[in-house]
């Protein structure tokens, strides 16, 4: 099956910082998901892009298919931005998640 | 919009018990998957139904099954329940396909 990988595994920012998380997936697909997991459990949708790039205020994400690899960026990191961020890949129906990269925003 | 809802939120249950968890889906989708997530493995895909069949499923054991009924709501069921249960229990809906998949709050169970 498709393997997806997450990096880094944990980020450590202070508040104004920029980052990017990168996801590599093993195979093509044709649905692939970012996603923000809150102190709760859920899953917060941020971007559903199968291809090319959007944003989203200080989020942005671009995967290129060809290569096989997905990149999340957050510019002015906020406390708020804390948390486990997961990519997901879609085969056959069904969401092949990554590992996640923890994020920790202090102020 | 409603979003999807999960129940129970929370739930303790012992080993050998059974537990029913319920999803609705956002109104007008019709595929629901269930995830199961837990420190050591991870989120992990166990089955999705579109139209009250199941389309795929994970590699889970025959104790895990589940139904979709013909509003699209969506049950899942473990039996014989063992402390390696215990997990946050995820479901999700989308219009079907591979398309964008939005989840619910979780149903967490705790096996005793």
């Known amino acids: 099956g498709i393997q997806v990988e997450q990096s880094p595994p944990d980020l450590i920012l202070q508040e104004g910082a920029n980052s990017t998380l990168r996801c590599n997936f093993s195979d093509s697909v044709n649905n692939l998901q970012w996603f923000h997991q809150n102190p709760w459990g859920q899953l917060i949708n941020l971007f559903y892009i199968p291809s090319g790039t959007k944003q989203n205020g200080r989020l942005s994400a671009t995967t290129v298919a060809t290569e096989r690899y997905s990149l999340l960026y957050i510019s002015s990191s906020q406390t708020t931005d804390s948390g486990v961020y997961f990519c997901?890949?879609?085969?056959?129906?069904?969401?092949?998640f990554g590992t996640g990269t923890r994020l920790q925003v202090f102020p | 919009k409603a979003g999807v809802t999960q129940t129970p939120r929370y739930l303790i249950k012992t080993r050998g018990q059974q537990v029913t968890l319920s999803c609705s889906p956002i109104?007008?989708?019709?595929?629901v998957s269930w995830y199961q997530q837990t420190p050591g493995q991870g989120l992990q895909f166990l089955f999705e139904y579109f139209s009250e069949t199941q389309r795929n499923k994970g590699n889970f054991p025959g104790r895990f099954s589940g139904r979709q009924f013909s509003n699209s709501r969506s049950e899942m069921n473990v039996s014989t329940l063992e402390l390696g249960d215990s997990a946050l229990y995820l479901c999700?809906?989308?219009?079907?396909?591979?398309?964008?998949?939005?989840f619910g709050e979780g149903s967490r169970l705790t096996v005793l």
């Open positions: 997901a890949v879609g085969d056959t129906d069904k969401l092949i």
């Open positions: 999700a809906s989308s219009t079907g396909g591979t398309g964008e998949l939005f």
């Open positions: 109104s007008g989708h019709r595929s």
